[in-house]
Structures are given as structure tokens and as C-alpha cells.
């Protein structure tokens, strides 16, 4: 199974400022990672796919990079609305699975 | 766009069988876009994938719950379905169902979501 790992598992950053999220792969997932998006009692809102590949309505401020072993979700001027759990999330092509990371918490410092 | 809804029983006793539904609205269960899947969380835990069911019928489960696992389709109805047998306390979570979506391998579409608690 293909773990990722997710860092650092809390962030705490100022409005305004830009926050840079690591998640990391135990082995080579190309570019099968996803980036969700989830705040308090609600589901998880995919941003990110194909590693770099902004979701439909997702603001440009969220930009997704990285292959291989080693991802980067970049939100660049936080907003109010972008404090929340973010997960990474692989695919793998067979036998079909789907892991998640563990999550980083962004919080307002 | 879609639209899934989660529905069943919130409480489950021990070794009993969870079951959940979801159904879907916006667009056709039958439609090859899409697969169809249940995602879990444990109460401030992170995500973990159960399984899904293809178009064609074809299901995939995770792993570590293979054997405990079933997710159906009911074409009729436009819904598709998830039973967890011998459930323990460590199935208490919220359970999601969600539209995998072939192209891109990502879940584009989620339920709101349901508390289910195992307890006697």
C-alpha cells in the first residue's frame, strides 16, 4: 500500500500571507495526487487533480505541483474562507486504490 | 451538476451489518464518467477510501476492508449502496459516497455525508 505523508500537520499563517503544504509518497505515484479542501461538518471539496490541474471554480490563488514521491499545494494571499483541513490524495493504477494523507490543518495565526 | 445524498440507520449495534445508501441525482448511475464510491472518516480522523462499484458492475474494495465489504447498484433507482458486516466500534465514522470521476481518478462530487455510530 502507498502511504502519504502529509507536513507539517498544523500551519498557522496570517490573512494575506501564502501557505506552502508538503505531501510525500512512499513510491512513485506519477502524477495521480489529488488536493481536497475541507472545513468543519462539511465534505471534503476536491481543488486540485492530476497534481498541478485546478478543479472547475477553484480560484487561482491554489496552484498544485510536483511528481513522482514529492507534491506541493501552494495558496498564495490566504483568504478568510481558505482555513481548513487539506488532504492529498494518490491513485493507484492496479489494483485500483485510492489513499488519502493524514491531513494539514491551515490555521489564522 | 450532481447531486448525492446519503441515507440508512445512524446507529449499528456490534457485529451487526451497516447500510448505507446513496442516491444520485443530475446525472445516470449507468453513465460510464463516472464510478461510484463510499469514503469514510472517523471523528477527527483523516479520510480513508472503502471501495467503489464501475458502471459495468465491476467493484474494488480497499484492502483492509475487503472482506467485510459489499457496494450495489440499483439502476431502477438511480442509487447505489454500501453494507459493512461484523462492524466493531472502529467503524464508527462519517461515511461519505461519492462520484470518482474516470478521467481524472479524483472525486469531483460528495455527499453531505452521515454519522454512523457502533455501539450496543
Known amino acids: 500500500e502507498i502511504v502519504m505523508t502529509q507536513s507539517p500537520a498544523t500551519l498557522s499563517v496570517s490573512p494575506g500571507e501564502g501557505a506552502t503544504l508538503s505531501c510525500r509518497a512512499s513510491q512513485s505515484v506519477s502524477s495521480n495526487l489529488a488536493w481536497y479542501q475541507q472545513k468543519p461538518g462539511q465534505a471534503p471539496r476536491l481543488l486540485i487533480y492530476g497534481a498541478s490541474t485546478r478543479a472547475a471554480g477553484i480560484p487561482a490563488r491554489f496552484s498544485g505541483s510536483g511528481s513522482g514521491t514529492e507534491f506541493t499545494l501552494t495558496i498564495s494571499s490566504l483568504q478568510s474562507e481558505d482555513f481548513a483541513v487539506y488532504y492529498c490524495?494518490?491513485?493507484?493504477?492496479?489494483?485500483?486504490?485510492?489513499?488519502f494523507g493524514q491531513g494539514t490543518k491551515l490555521e489564522i495565526k | 451538476q450532481l447531486q448525492l445524498q446519503e441515507s440508512g440507520s445512524g446507529l449499528v449495534k456490534p457485529s451487526q451489518t451497516l447500510s448505507l445508501t446513496c442516491a444520485v441525482s443530475?446525472?445516470?448511475?449507468?453513465?460510464?464518467?463516472?464510478?461510484w464510491s463510499w469514503i469514510r472518516q472517523p471523528p477527527g480522523k483523516g479520510l480513508e477510501w472503502i471501495g467503489y462499484?464501475?458502471?459495468?458492475?465491476?467493484?474494488y474494495y480497499n484492502p483492509s476492508l475487503k472482506s467485510r465489504v459489499t457496494i450495489s447498484v440499483d439502476r431502477s433507482k438511480n442509487q447505489f449502496s454500501l453494507k459493512v458486516s461484523s462492524v466493531t466500534a472502529a467503524d464508527t465514522a462519517v461515511y461519505y459516497c461519492?462520484?470518482?470521476?474516470?478521467?481524472?481518478?479524483?472525486?469531483?462530487?460528495w455527499g453531505q455525508g452521515t454519522l454512523v455510530t457502533v455501539s450496543s
Open positions: 461519492a462520484s470518482l470521476l474516470t478521467a481524472i481518478q479524483a472525486f469531483d462530487y
Open positions: 462499484i464501475y458502471h459495468s458492475g465491476s467493484t
Open positions: 443530475g446525472g445516470s448511475i449507468s453513465s460510464g464518467v463516472y464510478s
Open positions: 490524495q494518490q491513485y493507484n493504477n492496479w489494483p485500483p486504490g485510492y489513499t
